[in-house]
């Protein structure tokens, strides 16, 4: 059953809610955390213990791990725009993000027999096409379930239970690690009961909110209801002025975002505390996040999503010259660890608030998910040059270079946020 409330309050009158009314963040969107909570304490586990199996234990080096790391990053292109269409196409978002969660949680379990680099990269790129069909259509019911003016908190409280998740995986993997030393088939087989858990919940609880109305028989469509999108309305929703700027804004930043894996293992490289502690990096960064997630979030209601989002970039140059340095020992891997937070928190939910509140209704999801497709293709381009750099050049060298570089963008794409202003932006 669903834990269902009135219909004219489910979709989108969100006046006649009292909780709207006092700006309090609707049910739905608190259920949708949930899922994300477990799906994340189920992917983190995963993702904390990846790299050093991937470079330990397969044997990679800067290189393979970064084609492996941009393929982690950039799948999820493949599909992002499918299931923000096939979410908007249909006007029922959930049923598209069920089979996304579904996905993902069956590649956990395909991880148990995977042992060569090839099987493991197939396992991963099957998690990450999940992730890329749900992406969108949970974000698209994040949005309809909200008021246009609390959809930076509403993102925010969404992304801060994510990371509760994002912050117990890692501390679940180290627990685990410590318990049965190289054992990570344990890691594997609680990482899938978290996520199927994580699909019993959205399937269960979560209202089934439509954003458009499909054609009825005969293909009419009710008076007074959005007839379906089609391919030429989420074209002309992506491509169109509204979305092209704030879409090339995202896309130059992602181009010189180094991954989260290879500021950990430049901090490893150097530091004997984090090559000790791998896992609980992940933690440090979640805990961060978490903490600064709703306050982002708000601030991006209060003074525009896209000053915050371009402002929580400037805190990856600073992280990169901290983790290039030659030495460096707890303090700084705990500062490096703490803007990786303030990035996230400034940037990962609040780029689809700002894009919920400049693409129209019916194509939101298409919106959302164009934004998040230009993000993972140029974080796959940005992981896989690093990795070419770091071999070529060195570690410190490398995050150099991508420190100068992200410094110079960042007024680039705040002049290209500039005419978001009227919907939250700059």
């Not at 790391?69 to 269409?85: E, F, I, K």
């Not at 069920?98 to 395909?110: F, I, K």
């Not at 410590?178 to 009961?193: C, E, K, Q």
Request: charged content about 15%; overall charge positive; proline content about 6%.
């Amino acid at each position: 059953m669903y834990l269902t409330l009135r219909p004219d309050r489910r979709a989108g009158d969100r006046t006649g809610d009292p909780r709207a009314r006092r700006g309090r963040v609707a049910g739905p969107v608190l259920l949708l955390g949930v899922v994300s909570l477990l799906t994340d304490v189920s992917s983190e586990s995963v993702a904390a213990v990846l790299p050093l199996y991937l470079t330990a234990v397969v044997g990679l080096g800067p290189a393979g791990y970064g084609l492996v790391d941009g393929v982690y990053q950039g799948v999820t292109a493949l599909v992002r725009l499918a299931g923000g269409y096939a979410a908007d196409r249909g006007g029922r978002p959930k049923r598209v993000a069920v089979l996304g969660y579904g996905v993902s949680a069956v590649s956990r379990l395909a991880l148990l027999p995977a042992t060569g680099l090839a099987a493991v990269t197939a396992t991963v790129t099957a998690d990450r096409l999940g992730k890329g069909l749900r992406t969108a259509p949970r974000d698209a019911l994040i949005a309809a379930a909200s008021r246009p003016g609390l959809l930076g908190r509403s993102f925010g409280v969404h992304r801060a239970l994510d990371t509760v998740g994002a912050a117990v995986g890692p501390l679940l993997a180290f627990g685990l690690l410590a318990g049965l030393p190289g054992d990570y088939s344990a890691v594997f087989v609680v990482s899938f009961a978290f996520a199927a858990v994580g699909v019993a919940v959205l399937v269960l609880f979560v209202p089934d909110l439509r954003t458009s109305a499909a054609a009825g028989p005969g293909g009419q469509v009710a008076a007074g209801v959005s007839p379906p999108v089609g391919p030429r309305r989420v074209l002309a929703e992506v491509t169109g002025r509204r979305l092209r700027r704030p879409l090339l804004a995202a896309t130059l930043l992602a181009l010189l975002t180094v991954s989260d894996g290879f500021v950990y293992l430049s901090l490893q490289d150097r530091d004997d505390f984090a090559a000790r502690w791998f896992p609980l990096l992940y933690v440090g960064t979640n805990v961060a996040y978490l903490v600064l997630a709703v306050p982002f979030g708000r601030l991006a209601d209060r003074f525009g999503a896209g000053r915050v989002l371009v402002a929580g970039h400037l805190a990856l140059p600073v992280c990169y010259l901290l983790a290039a340095a030659p030495a460096g020992g707890l303090g700084t891997t705990v500062a490096v660890l703490a803007l990786l937070g303030v990035f996230y928190a400034a940037t990962d939910g609040v780029l689809p608030a700002l894009v919920g509140r400049l693409a129209a209704g019916p194509a939101r999801g298409s919106g959302i998910a164009a934004a998040q497709t230009a993000v993972a293709l140029a974080r796959f381009a940005a992981s896989v040059v690093f990795g070419l750099l770091w071999t070529v050049q060195g570690r410190a060298n490398a995050l150099l270079l991508f420190a100068g570089l992200l410094t110079a963008a960042v007024p680039v794409a705040g002049w290209l946020l500039r005419g978001s202003r009227g919907e939250g932006g700059m």
